[in-house]
């Protein structure tokens, strides 16, 4: 099973950044895909609010819908301690969100961790 750990969310001005980071441990070879979803409260973790996502075995990234995230957000991995960052510039107040990172496996279910929170202030 894998373990995911989120860290690098706060408070911080429009324009801002911040870098969130998704530590996976465990059976980290058994992971197929990670990545991100941000969730405002009443909304649901699926595609529509999809930040980012990597395929482990062979880092292609792919960017969620939202035009603003790719051009303002990027994702990247540091395979010697199997953590995917995103890092996230020119925040606005609508990046406000909690971000999950999520691990989906080659077989089984989802893997998500606790989420951390992002706060853009205006």
């Known amino acids: 099973q894998v373990q995911l750990v989120e860290s690098g969310g706060g408070l911080v001005q429009t324009g801002g950044s911040l870098r969130l980071a998704c530590a996976a441990s465990g059976r980290t070879s058994d992971i197929h895909t990670l990545g991100w979803f941000r969730q405002e409260p009443g909304e649901s973790r699926d595609e529509a609010n999809l930040?980012?996502?990597?395929?482990?075995?062979?880092?292609?990234?792919?960017?969620g819908h939202d035009d603003s995230v790719k051009d303002r957000f990027t994702m990247y991995k540091d395979n010697t301690k199997d953590t995917v960052y995103l890092q996230m510039d020119r925040l606005k107040p609508e990046d406000t969100a909690r971000y999950h990172c999520y691990a989906d496996p080659h077989n089984g279910p989802r893997t998500w961790g606790q989420g951390t929170q992002v706060t853009v202030s205006s």
């Open positions: 930040v980012a996502r990597i395929t482990w075995s062979n880092g292609r990234i792919d960017y």
